[in-house]
């Protein structure tokens, strides 16, 4: 059995979805760290698009969160 990490989003109309995706296919992490330094990299990359003008709020980390699964 292989334990993957994936990181999901939070969706009002199909609740939490692995929307992290390299060619359409989810993606999947091998470690719960590496896991949260992507999603810590979004999270800043998405600030610093609003901080630049080129949106008006970024997402909020609460909307995310990291989640084991088996044979991924």
């Known amino acids: 059995m292989t334990t993957k990490y994936e990181v999901q989003e939070w969706c009002l109309c199909g609740g939490w979805i692995n929307h992290w995706a390299i060619d359409d296919n989810p993606h999947y992490f091998n470690t719960e760290?590496?896991?949260?330094?992507?999603l810590d990299e979004y999270l800043q990359d998405m600030q610093d698009e609003?901080?630049?003008?080129?949106?008006?709020?970024?997402?909020?980390?609460?909307?995310?969160?990291?989640?084991?699964?088996?044979n991924a």
């Open 33 to 38: 760290a590496e896991a949260q330094a992507e």
């Open 50 to 70: 609003v901080e630049a003008g080129y949106m008006q709020d970024a997402p909020d980390a609460s909307e995310f969160r990291i989640v084991e699964v088996q």
